[in-house]
């Protein structure tokens, strides 16, 4: 075995508890000085475990050096990454290597750098080489790799053990211990001698689960402690290993006539080396439970600045201390219950599942706390310039509020990668006992487009109905250092979880309520003359007559807006008591859950096949139709196409607010096997007459190898003996959108919108299509709806 200089020496020998500096680690190669040799029993055990797939796989060798196991995996036939935070090994290896092919070199410290440059598509193998010991972090590293694994790779971890280790050089190695720590998780953890190494061949899911467990039996008759909750520059939580073979957060017992604050930092700088002021402590919840039976008092302290370096001085207690990511708090093996209702407390579901316990929050006047890995913030502005670049974000306020506004410490249960998916995809953070979401962050891009349309000035006051905490301080960030965000949800869970976050991670301009937001905001949060803006961040079938009311005048209200079943985020200036429509976005959102909640009617038919929706108004008499269904269709083309990129949301509208008799049927069975040709889970306009039904589908009449080639024509299909008439009045209504309403682009222009009172009798109504509401009188004012159209088919009675 080759001799370590000893000046690497001693730094291995405190590997476990200080982490080794890059300067000696580049010196170390730069002075020409090598490990251990890649040995010909590794070689073979790799070759014979770990084989290329079929076609070719990619491996990643972390902590490469000078490159030896990163050519050997290429000679295989692998496309290998070989990484290292060393410039002088990666220069050794080019050199040294210069005729491997399929060979990248990487300047990477796994630990604190962005891993950019790592393959977006997964690795088949990845190794770790005599260095699994000198990392600080290991949990988090090992479970960040085990991520990156493509399905059926292998993670191998080659390593010295304590038995083969001479004492002196007892922390370059793994004890029984924390080889056991190590392969915890894994479905397949294989255990191969290598000359006097071990090589851990790690596969399958590497997900465990976090499961709260208490300590052996305490003696006295009651406990009262402290817990310190303390973070990193990357906004990673301190967890100790504990020689109890579980988690836990620095703290103990107080002592005597000393407060929880003082405590929590005493325990602190005896347990970790880590130092805070008593000012920097702050009380956020008092949790009581009991211990085996003895009452259990303890006292959750944020610690919000620290100085110091990270050591393990109780080492009678804790294995080690490593920092966590938060996303990953969900899958770390066995906590202690305190410290799991600590992290709880501090960032609410981060660990689901948690037995029950008495929380009492206090009133605790926590500063912010910064700490972000440099991933994120490139996350972040890659999602912002998706987003600027699509339109949606024109303002210089609001694309610094995306580029600015931690997306992820509002969503820290996820992984950064969820958290900044710059698509059109909403991150869930909420599901009922059905699976269906009822909280979520929204996309990016519609949160910009809404807080674009209220027209926000610097200092404007804004109300938020359904909150979450991120678009709260989006909106925070536009309006500034004068501006005030109020945000209201009726569920408690989310409720907790935005005072949380934006205590953590906010600008301290976002006010939090909990209530039905259907009733606006509480009296005494509603500023003088109004709030300047109001946005509803849910999916709403009425319009509340608090939110006009508490909307200064000219203000703007944004809600998504549900109408006959096809939600858009419109944008409402409010005159007087009326509120007229300034902008449509097609979007949808979660449902919402208090007073303005709506069960819509439906009608199932044929077995469930079929249903019909009638999203506004009662369900209408349905007898006879499934006899309708099962005669003869009726068909009628209505001439008008559509290429492969065509909207037709507008489309959608127009005949849901023109065509009496409204209504939406979906098809509940694949395409081909129904009497509709509808496909499984779509829907599609219709209209409903006396035992008949006509619908409208889109049918390809033109093929191509490109988009640009492809053409559809909309068809009515018909049953039943009202059929043909009901077909014509729908194929005239589409035909009138064409000719009236479709503009140059395909999309369609916008009606004319105006909301008023339930209260206005017709006769102060605009002239328009009128859609009633329990709180207030939608009128629509379409292009061309002077022009005749076939009359409404008359039903019996």
């Known amino acids: 075995m080759t001799t370590i200089p000893p000046t690497v020496e001693a730094q291995l020998r405190s590997s476990i508890v200080a982490y080794l500096v890059r300067d000696q680690w580049q010196q170390h190669y730069a002075d020409g000085k090598r490990f251990r040799q890649l040995g010909e029993r590794e070689r073979t055990l790799l070759a014979e475990h770990t084989p290329v797939p079929d076609g070719g796989g990619r491996a990643l060798d972390v902590g490469c050096g000078t490159g030896a196991l990163a ?77 990156r694994l493509r399905p059926g790779g292998a993670l191998v971890v080659i390593t010295p053990t304590a038995e083969h280790t001479p004492p002196e050089r007892r922390d370059i190695a793994l004890d029984e211990g924390e080889i056991r720590l190590l392969t ?60 109890r073979g579980m988690w836990e957060l620095p703290g103990g017992k107080s002592s005597g006539s000393e407060d929880f604050a003082s405590a929590a930092v005493r325990e602190l700088a005896e347990e970790t ?11 956020l919840t008092m949790l009581v439970d009991d211990s085996h039976g003895v009452p259990r008092l303890t006292a959750i302290v944020r610690i919000t600045a620290w100085s110091g370096s990270l050591t393990n001085r109780e080492e009678r207690l804790f294995e080690g201390w490593e920092w966590h990511d938060l996303h990953g708090l969900a899958f770390i093996g066995e906590i202690f219950t305190p410290a799991a209702h600590a992290l709880d407390a501090v960032w609410p579901v981060v660990i689901p599942g948690l037995p029950p316990v008495h929380a009492y929050p206090l009133a605790a006047d926590q500063p912010p706390v910064p700490g972000e890995p440099a991933e994120a913030v490139r996350l972040r502005h890659t999602m912002a310039e998706t987003v600027i670049a699509g339109g949606w974000a024109p303002s210089e306020p609001v694309q610094q509020a995306l580029r600015t506004v931690p997306r992820h410490r509002f969503v820290p249960e996820k992984d950064l990668t969820t958290a900044y998916d710059g698509s059109d995809r909403a991150v869930i953070t909420r599901r009922d006992e059905t699976g269906q979401a009822t909280s979520s962050v929204s996309a990016a891009w519609l949160q910009a487009d809404m807080i674009e349309s209220l027209c926000l000035k610097p200092g404007a006051s804004v109300f938020e109905a359904g909150s979450g905490g991120y678009n709260a301080e989006l909106i925070a960030h536009v309006t500034g250092s004068t501006g005030r ?106 449902r919402d859950q208090g007073e303005h909640a709506r069960t819509t009617p439906v009608v199932d038919l044929l077995g469930g096949e079929l249903q019909l929706r009638f999203e506004d108004g009662d369900a209408a008499p349905t007898e006879g139709l499934e006899e309708a269904l099962r005669g003869p269709r009726h068909e009628v083309a209505t001439g008008v196409t559509m290429g492969a990129s ?45 035992a008949s039904l006509a619908y409208l589908i889109h049918v390809q009449t033109r093929h191509g190898d490109s988009p640009a080639e492809k053409e559809w024509e909309w068809i009515v299909h018909a049953f039943g003996e009202q059929g043909p008439q009901l077909a014509e009045q729908l194929a005239a209504t589409v035909r009138a959108w064409d000719r009236d309403v479709r503009n140059d682009d395909g999309k369609g222009t916008d009606p004319v919108l105006t909301v008023h009172p339930a209260s206005t009798p017709d006769r102060l109504l605009p002239a328009g299509d009128v859609l009633d509401k329990r709180h207030c009188r939608l009128v629509f004012q379409w292009p061309g709806r002077d022009a005749l159209l076939p009359a409404p088919v008359e039903r019996c009675g």
């Not at 894994?186 to 997900?207: F, N, V, Y």
């Not at 098809?667 to 496909?679: I, P, Y």
Request: aromatic letters at 8%; a negative charge; hydrophobic letters at 40%.
């Open 273 to 283: 080396g880590l130092s805070a002021d008593a000012c920097d402590a702050h009380v």
């Open 646 to 690: 065509f909207y037709f949301g507008s489309l959608q509208l127009y005949a849901a607010t023109t065509l009496p008799g409204f209504c939406r049927l979906v098809a509940h069975r694949e395409k081909g096997t129904g009497v509709t040709q509808l496909a499984n889970g779509s829907n599609a306009p219709a209209i409903l007459g006396d």
């Open 184 to 243: 915890a998780g894994w479905k397949q953890a294989e255990h191969l001698a290598a000359d006097e190494l071990t090589m851990l061949i790690l596969r399958g899911p590497c997900h465990f689960g976090t499961k709260a467990v208490e300590k052996q039996p305490p003696t006295g008759h009651a406990l009262t402690g402290a817990l310190a909750v303390v973070t990193d520059a990357a906004g990673r939580v301190l967890l100790g290993s504990s020689t």
């Open 71 to 147: 050519a050997y995996l290429a000679s295989l036939g692998y496309t290998v990454d070989g990484v290292d935070f060393a410039d002088s090994a990666l220069a050794r290896a080019r050199d040294e290597h210069a005729d491997a092919e399929g060979v990248r070199w990487l300047h990477l410290d796994i630990e604190r750098d962005d891993p950019v440059e790592l393959s977006e598509d997964g690795y088949d193998l990845i190794t770790m080489r005599l260095m699994y010991p000198f990392l600080r972090d290991r949990t988090r590293v090992l479970h960040g790799l085990g991520e």
């Open 485 to 590: 965000v109020v945000t209201g949800d009726i569920d408690p869970y989310v409720v907790r979880r935005t005072r949380r976050f934006t205590a953590e991670a906010g600008s301290g301009r976002v006010t939090v309520f909990q209530g039905d937001a259907a009733h606006g905001a509480p009296a005494q949060l509603v500023p003088r003359g109004g709030f300047d803006g109001s946005v509803i961040t849910y999916n709403t079938w009425d319009i509340a007559s608090a939110w006009r009311e508490q909307l200064a005048e000219g203000g703007r209200l944004v809600l998504p807006l549900e109408i006959s079943g096809y939600t858009r985020a419109i944008a409402f200036q409010r005159s007087g008591d009326v509120l007229h429509a300034r902008k449509f976005t097609h979007c949808g959102f979660v």
